[in-house]
C-alpha cells in the first residue's frame, strides 16, 4: 500500500466513523506525518482509540466548533469534543490569520482531545514566516517534584521559528525524562529501563517497565522540569478553560466521558522588530553548528533530524505493524 | 545599616557614576530584592563591575532610551546601552501597559544589560492580573548539546501567573544544569562539583570547580535543555536584534564594549479565556500540592519558596561580606 493509499485508508475509516470527509482528511494527514516524522506512537497506532471514542460518544464525530474573536488578535475556540486534530488545525489556522493581520496571535482553544505532534501544528505557522508556540496538556503521567503520583501529563513545550535554512527550527520536547513509547516498547521486549526516570506505584525508584507503567514519571531536570510542566498545565488549562491539574482523562483507558484538553498557539511575525530576520536567524544557526564538538558529531538545531527523517520516510512505503494492519481492517469493516 | 540605608547607599554609589536619582533607585531597588529572595549572585555581588562597567563607557549612564509603538500591543525599547535595571524597567511598564489596554503585549528590548533576575519583572506583570514570560540571554556559559564550547548564557525562561494565593507563582529557571554561583563558591572553598555538570575546556567530564568555569557548563536534559537555551537565545537575541550565537559580552571580564543583551517580554490578561481565573488557579495550586508526597515533604508551586524567603528575610538586616564592604565603600569614594 503507498503512503497515497494508506492515507485515503484513514480517511475512510474516519468517515465510517462519522466524520465529515473535511475533517476525516485533516486527522489522516496529521497521522500520516506522525508516521514520516518517526513519531509512530502518535500515528496509526492511536486510530483505534480514537474510532473507539467516537463510537463511545466521548469524541464528537460532528461538532459545531466556535470561535469567539476577542480581538484582531486573540481568539477563543470551544472545540464542542472535536477530534484533536480538527480543533487544532482550526486554532492553528487562526492563529496565523491573527499574527499576519496584527503581528501576534494569541488562541485558546478548550473541549478538545489529544491532537497528535505539536510540531505539525507549529510548522504550519513556521511557513508563514511567523515564530510560534504549542502548548497542550495531556492525561497525567508525570509526578510533581516531590509526588509519588501523577498530575501533570508530558505536557509538551513546542517552540519554531523560521530558519531560513531547508529544515525549520521545532523544538518539542515533552517534559518527562523519557518517552512512555520507550517503556512500552521496553515492556513488551522485556528489557529494563534506564535508573532514575520512573517511581513504582510505591513511590520507588523502578527500572521495570510494567512497575513504572503502572507508578509515575519522573520530570526532566527535578523541580525545574516540573515547574515547566506545571507552566504548560496553567497555559493550555487553567487559562484556556480546559480540564487541569491531573482531571484530563486517558484517552486508551478512560471513556467516562469527553478528555476536555486544551491548548494555547502563540505566534508572532518573525520581523516585527528586526529588517532581516531570515539573514539573523541564519548566522545564529551557522555559527551554534560550528560550535566545536565532543566527538567530531554534528551538531543538530531542533527540527534538523525530524526533518531528514520524513525526508527519508516519504520516499519509502511505511511499514505497518501486524497488529495495526488488524486494527486497520476491523476498522474498516466498523 | 538597615535595608532602607543600605538602598540610599547604593542609590548613592549609582549617582555618584552619573546615573539619574530615578536610574539609581530603580538599580537599587532591584539589587536590594535579590538579596532579599535569597539570590546574593545577582544583587551587592554584582555593583562593582555595573560601576566599572559605566567608568569604562561600555554602560551608559545617561542614556537616551527610546520606544517604538508598532501596534497597541507591540512595542520595540532601544535601551542605548543603558543598565539593564533601567531598560527592563521601562520595558516591563510598556509590556503592562499594552496587556492592559489589548489583552496581549509583546515587547522587544535591544542594546540593554543584565538586568538581574528575571522573575523582579515577571512578578510585576503578575501583580497586574497578567500572565506573563520573561526571556533574556547571556554571555556563554553552556554548550550547545554535542559541543564542547560555550554558545548560549544560562538563558532563564521565566513565567508567572497570579496564583490567588500570598506566593505569586513565578517560575525562573536557568537552562543549566547548575548554577554557575554554586560553582564558585565550590572554588572558593575547594569542593568538588557534582559529576556530569560541566566539562574542562578539553572537553572532558570534570568535578573540579576551577577546570569547569574554565570550561563549559552542561544544559538541563541534554538535547532538550540545548533546545531550550537556543530557544531563548533566538527570543531574546536574534528576534528583538541584540546579540546572540555566543556575541554578548562578559560583563565581569569584557570590557571591549557593551552587552547588547536583549529582553523579551510577553504578557496577557490572566481571564480573556475564562470567568474566573483567580478561582480556578487556586483550585489547580491546592490539587497539585495535595500530590501524595515520597518523604511526607511539601510539594511547593514555583516562587513559594522564594516568597517565603524574601518574607523572612525583609524582617532582617542584610549580611554583607567583608569584600562587598570594601566594595562599597570604595565605590562611595568614586
Known sequence: MS????????IKIFVKHKLKKLHATICAKAILNAELVGAPSHGLSRLKMYCERISK???NPRPKIKIKNISKSISMIDANNSIGFV?????IKKTIKNARETGIGLVGIKNSGHYGLSGYYVEQAVKNNLIAFAFTNAPP??????????V????????????????????DTSMSLINRGKIRIAEKLNKKIPKGVALDKYGKPT??????LSGVQLPIAEFRGSGLAWMVDILSGVFVGSNHSGKVKDPF???SGPQ??????????????????KRDIKKNIRRIKNTPSLKNQNIFYPGEQKYLREKINSRKKIKIPKNIKIDLNSLLLG
Chains 1, 2 share one sequence.
Do not use: R
Open 3 to 10: 503512503n497515497n493509499q494508506l492515507k485515503n485508508l484513514i
Open 57 to 59: 460518544k466521548v469524541i
Open 87 to 91: 480543533a487544532a488545525d482550526m486554532g
Open 141 to 150: 503521567a508525570i509526578a510533581p517534584y516531590g509526588g509519588k503520583k501523577s
Open 152 to 171: 501533570f501529563g508530558t505536557n509538551p513545550i513546542c517552540f519554531g521559528s523560521p530558519s531560513n535554512n531547508k529544515a525549520p527550527f521545532i523544538l
Open 207 to 212: 527500572t521495570n517497565a510494567k512497575e513504572a
Open 253 to 255: 483507558d478512560d471513556f
Open 260 to 277: 476536555n484538553i486544551g491548548h494555547l498557539f502563540i505566534a508572532f511575525k518573525d520581523n516585527i522588530f528586526v529588517k532581516n530576520y
